[in-house]
């Protein structure tokens, strides 16, 4: 019923930037937290950056300084803004959303919590 689709990932050098953006679609009432994982690897998923619904960001101590995360309410998309990449940052990039569905009479139903199938960020030279 809940879609994320994440566009905009890529190849960059070190020190280069890519912005990464994720759509959510489907039966939504609302969105709540929407979030950036990553996952190099061999190693485990871990959270790059969320925000939610009233703007309010964290960061990975990894990241802090070098990437932005935005949203866009009336687009329900989440945008990952990254500067100065380094080599650590290959990995895949996942989007993750929660909130609640929509019911028949347009009020909020269940609650949902959302992956996308990810993109991949690679930095090299």
């Known amino acids: 019923q809940v879609q994320l689709v994440e566009s905009g990932g890529g190849l960059a050098q070190p020190g280069g930037s890519l912005r990464v953006s994720c759509a959510v679609s489907?039966?939504?009432?609302?969105?709540?937290?929407m979030g950036w994982y990553r996952q190099a690897p061999g190693k485990q998923r871990e959270l790059v950056a969320f925000?939610?619904?009233?703007?309010?960001?964290n960061y990975a101590d990894s990241v802090k300084g070098r990437f932005t995360i935005s949203r866009d309410n009336a687009k329900n998309t989440v945008y990952l803004q990254m500067n100065n990449l380094k080599p650590e940052d290959t990995a895949v990039y996942y989007c993750?959303?929660?909130?609640?569905?929509?019911?028949?009479?347009?009020?909020?139903?269940?609650?949902?919590?959302?992956w996308g199938r990810g993109t991949q960020v690679t930095v090299s030279s």
């Open positions: 993750n959303a929660d909130g609640s569905l929509v019911t028949g009479w347009g009020l909020a139903g269940s609650v949902f919590g959302s």
């Open positions: 925000i939610n619904s009233g703007g309010s960001t």
């Open positions: 489907g039966s939504i009432f609302s969105i709540n937290a």
